[in-house]
Each structure stands twice: as C-alpha cells, then as structure tokens.
C-alpha cells in the first residue's frame, strides 16, 4: 500500500514569508508525528497527534510553528515568519495507535526539504 | 528526559567486514522501546528493529543482529558481512511507554559507509 506522502518536497522561501508543508499519513494509521531534521543530526520531536487533537506539542520550537489535522488524516504544519534558522528537512509520521503501546513503529514520509533565504 | 547518544560518527569498513554501530540511552522509565533506523541517501528513515525493555535477549535476523544490556543502558546494533547498499546514515531511537507522549527520541546518527 502508499506509504505516508509529503508534499512538496523541497520548498525555497524568503524570510519573513508564510510556509504550509503538508503530509498524508498511511490510511488506518491514527498517530502522527512531526520532527525536524538538522544538518548532520538526527529528527527532533515537534508534535503528535491522536485522531484530530495535538496530544503533544512540547517540541514546537516557538509560536510561529503551528500544525492542524481536522479530519484525523492529512495535516499541516504551517510556519509564520519563516527565518534562516528555520531552515532543515520536515519529517512526518504516522504509525497505528499509540494510545495501546509504543511498541508500534513509526512510518516516515520522504521530507519537505525547507530553505529559507 | 531521555536522551541518546551515538559516540561513533563515521565508520568506513570494506565490503564483507561486519560493523557494530553502539548506542547508549538515558531514560528514567522502566518501560520504554529502542529501535534502530536506517536513513539511505534517499533520506526516508527506514524502520529496521526494536526492542522492549522488558526483553534483553538478542536476536539475530538475516545479517542484522543486536545486543541489548540494561545493566550499561547499551543497544548495540550489528551489521554481518556488510555491503555496498547498507552505506546510510543509522540512528538509534527511544520511546517511553507513556500515551500522551509517544515521540522518538534519536540519537545524532552514524554514517557507515561501505566500500567495494
């Protein structure tokens, strides 16, 4: 089956502009999850969610990053005011409930490859 | 807090030489999973293994094998007779068993390259 697909995949913008990236998680998969990929390090957590609502957003770095999911399946991770340091590949998601335990495995997406200029 | 550290960052090893990539996690849970990933250049991460902590047996599947000891907090991950196609970028991975906060914590990865 399709696995989880980003779009786009790669994204040049000019700070201070608005950004959306957008992700389409593997059907079924109920738990999805958004991380961020440096230069030369490994992803870090931005926020997860359960069905429609974030159940944790504690790695959101400030206010301007904000992600959606209204309908428990695609979501949006929109970015305000885009800076340099914002600059790094988009990574989505999803796995099956994580509500019944963490031993399922996270499926990852391609990336959104963002660059602000 | 958990954290993970990969102390290695490049290894180089030549076709059919086995290779073990070392990851040491920090957690104060007492439930929690490892998993190890595989980035290839294409750069999707690949799911490759886990383990429970419930469970420190060590397996081998085909040429991956690993080696978990809770007693050093180590999650050593073995590749047998390596080849060309693992050159990637590994990270190994934790996750607590809490619901509301099921995120991955990884390390800052190992790149392995193989040469012919």
């Known amino acids: 089956g399709a696995g989880v697909s980003q779009t786009p995949s790669n994204k040049v913008t000019e700070k201070g502009k608005y950004v959306e990236l957008r992700c389409d998680p593997i059907?079924?998969?109920?738990?999805l999850y958004w991380y961020r990929q440096s230069l030369g390090q490994g992803p870090e957590f931005l926020i997860y969610?359960?069905?429609?609502?974030?159940?944790?957003d504690s790695g959101l770095p400030n206010d301007r990053f904000f992600a959606v999911r209204p309908e428990g399946s695609v979501s949006t991770l929109k970015i305000q005011r885009t800076e340099r340091g914002d600059s790094a590949v988009y990574l989505c998601?999803?796995?099956?409930?994580?509500?019944?335990?963490?031993?399922?495995?996270?499926?990852f997406g391609p990336g959104t490859r963002l660059t602000v200029l | 807090a958990q954290k993970v550290t990969q102390a290695q960052t490049e290894i180089s090893v030549v076709e059919k030489e086995d290779v073990t990539l070392d990851c040491v996690y920090e957690?104060?849970?007492?439930?929690?999973?490892l998993f190890w990933y595989k980035q290839p250049p294409s750069g999707e991460l690949v799911f490759l293994i886990r383990?429970?902590?419930?469970?420190?047996q060590n397996e081998i599947s085909g040429r991956y094998s690993w080696n978990f000891q809770k007693s050093t907090s180590s999650f050593n991950f073995t590749i047998t007779a390596s080849q060309v196609v693992d050159s990637a970028v590994y990270f190994c991975?934790?996750?607590?068993?809490?619901?509301?906060?099921?995120?991955?914590?990884f390390g800052k990865g190992i790149t392995l390259s193989v040469r012919p």
């Open positions: 998601a999803s796995s099956l409930s994580s509500r019944e335990s963490a031993y399922n495995e996270q499926f």
């Open positions: 059907s079924g998969h109920t738990a």
């Open positions: 969610f359960q069905g429609t609502g974030a159940a944790d």
């Open positions: 957690t104060r849970d007492t439930t929690y999973y």
């Open positions: 383990r429970n902590s419930f469970d420190e």
């Open positions: 991975a934790l996750r607590t068993y809490t619901g509301a906060n099921s995120k991955l914590t």
